[in-house]
């Protein structure tokens, strides 16, 4: 094997597939980029040399490199016949019967997410533009950062997609650190029983499993949904990337809660790809978002209930003069609408005078059908209701641990 140009750093050596490799970690550790110095299949070029992108979790390697990434990988029960093959063939088939069902669930079960987790999902470029305008929220499907970082390639991250784009030589995406775990749950079918049913003239994107998986013909990865498909609040410096087709990531925005603006991080040599991004003001570096619209993310400080803002593993904090104040934050939760209407549970979203956004919280084609639900993304459905026609209407509240203070030294 060929090393890549000496101008990269951290080079290691790993074993893939019964083969040696020169290797550098990538993601913290969660994936490494390989090289060749021939063509295989599945390399890209690389200047002199050829590379792709493999999941820590595939290959051997002595650095202990996974472990940096302070994620567990998936963990296959331990069975007499089982391999990650035969989860992952289970993993596809929706109509996999209890025993096989109990056994995907169970290696599902394993995908933890804990407070300051990197969770992902991907943009098409009219969703980008959509998120540097509109309120600091996310929703929907999504992914753990571990799981799909071996996906660098555009071709390869189109697997993700949500909402299909027509562009296939770049892709975008959202990255944000999970406040709580109790903010998602699995894809699988005991959390969402009509996903699995809706054909396809009422989708976007690939069909979900109900597995708990996404659809795929060479990989096992585990699948989230915002919990009850409700939004959820950004956590600061959250980012709007970009993958290239040399494989490479991109941080194009990041989010700054105190200042409420999107920041243009990338520099003058990326605007390309910012300019791939349709509606954006060519040279505009800050986008501003709703101060007042924070998915109700709230917290009792200095003796009142306030806006607040999470930065998982430094707390939370509230707005004081445009900074994050030094007083403590104690009860911080998060609240949503609910509320039925045409006998279908729905989440309130928005007001425009009298009308009102709802989005199923549990989709299904008889409830697309009454409510005359659009498929915004995949997996999500909305439609605009009068507001008297509400009924029911109820606040959920999701409540957050408040992290203990480092000791003083």
């Given at each position: 094997?060929?090393?890549?140009?000496?101008?990269?750093?951290g080079?290691?050596?790993i074993?893939?597939?019964?083969?040696?490799?020169?290797?550098?970690a990538?993601?913290?550790?969660a994936?490494f980029?390989?090289y060749s110095?021939t063509?295989?299949?599945?390399?890209?070029?690389?200047?002199?040399?050829?590379?792709r992108f493999?999941?820590a979790?595939?290959v051997?390697s002595?650095?202990?490199e996974?472990?940096?990434?302070?994620v567990?990988?998936?963990?296959i029960?331990v069975?007499?016949?089982?391999t990650a093959?035969?989860?992952?063939q289970?993993s596809?088939?929706p109509?996999?019967?209890p025993?096989?069902?109990a056994l995907?669930s169970?290696?599902?079960?394993?995908?933890?997410?804990?407070?300051?987790?990197?969770m992902?999902?991907p943009?098409s470029?009219h969703?980008?533009?959509r998120?540097?305008?509109?309120?600091p929220?996310?929703?929907?499907?999504?992914f753990?950062?571990?799981?799909?970082?071996?996906l660098r390639?555009?071709?390869?991250?189109?697997?993700?997609?949500g909402?299909p784009?027509?562009?296939r030589?770049?892709?975008f995406g959202?990255?944000?650190?999970?406040i709580?775990p109790d903010?998602?749950?699995?894809s699988e079918?005991?959390?969402?029983p009509g996903?699995v049913?809706?054909?396809g003239?009422?989708?976007?994107g690939?069909?979900?499993?109900?597995t708990?998986?996404?659809?795929?013909g060479?990989?096992?990865?585990?699948?989230?949904a915002?919990?009850g498909?409700?939004?959820?609040?950004l956590?600061?410096?959250?980012e709007?990337l970009?993958y290239?087709?040399?494989?490479a990531?991109?941080?194009?925005?990041?989010?700054q809660?105190?200042?409420n603006?999107?920041?243009?991080?990338?520099?003058?040599?990326?605007?390309?790809?910012?300019?791939?991004i349709?509606?954006?003001?060519t040279?505009r570096?800050?986008?501003?978002?709703?101060?007042?619209?924070h998915?109700g993310l709230?917290g009792e400080?200095?003796?009142?209930?306030?806006?607040i803002?999470?930065d998982?593993g430094h707390?939370f904090h509230a707005y004081?003069r445009?900074?994050?104040s030094?007083?403590?934050i104690t009860?911080?939760r998060r609240?949503?609408t609910?509320?039925r209407w045409?006998?279908?549970?729905v989440l309130?979203?928005?007001?425009?005078?009298?009308?009102?956004?709802?989005?199923?919280?549990q989709?299904d084609?008889?409830a697309?059908?009454?409510a005359?639900?659009?498929c915004?993304?995949?997996?999500?459905y909305?439609?605009w209701?009068p507001?008297?026609e509400l009924?029911?209407?109820r606040?959920?509240?999701t409540?957050?641990?408040v992290?203990?203070?480092?000791?003083?030294?």
């Open positions: 094997m060929q090393a890549p140009p000496a101008a990269q750093t080079i290691t050596e074993v893939w597939h019964d083969r040696r490799y020169r290797a550098r990538a993601a913290g550790g994936a980029e390989i110095d063509s295989e299949p599945g390399f890209q070029p690389a200047g002199a040399t050829f590379h493999v999941h979790s595939e051997t002595s650095g202990g996974m472990l940096l990434a302070g567990a990988p998936l963990a029960p069975m007499p016949g089982i093959s035969t989860v992952h289970y596809q088939n109509r996999i019967g025993a096989e069902r995907v169970a290696t599902r079960a394993t995908a933890f997410i804990t407070p300051g987790t990197r992902v999902k943009l470029r969703q980008v533009s998120q540097l305008t509109s309120a929220l996310v929703s929907g499907l999504c753990r950062e571990f799981d799909v970082a071996h390639f555009p071709g390869d991250r189109i697997v993700l997609s909402d784009d027509d562009v030589d770049i892709a959202l990255r944000w650190r999970a709580g903010d998602y749950t699995s079918l005991v959390n969402f996903l049913g809706i054909p003239r009422e989708r976007r690939s069909m979900v499993l109900g708990g998986f996404l659809p795929s060479t990989h096992l990865i585990p699948e989230y915002t919990a498909l409700a939004d959820l609040p956590s600061a410096r959250a709007i970009a290239t087709p040399d494989g990531e991109i941080a194009l925005f990041q989010y809660p105190q200042t603006v999107w920041n243009r991080v990338a520099g003058a040599r990326h605007r390309d790809l910012v300019n791939r349709p509606g954006l003001e040279g570096t800050l986008f501003r978002v709703n101060p007042s619209v998915a709230t400080h200095e003796g009142e209930r306030v806006p803002t999470a998982p707390g004081a445009g900074a994050a030094r007083s403590p009860a911080p609240f949503h609910r509320a045409r006998d279908t549970e309130a979203l928005g007001r425009n005078e009298d009308w009102v956004r709802l989005r199923l919280s989709p084609i008889e697309i059908m009454a005359d639900a659009t915004v993304e995949r997996g999500v909305e439609c209701a507001l008297a009924e029911d209407p606040t959920i509240l409540e957050y641990p992290p203990p203070s480092p000791p003083i030294p």
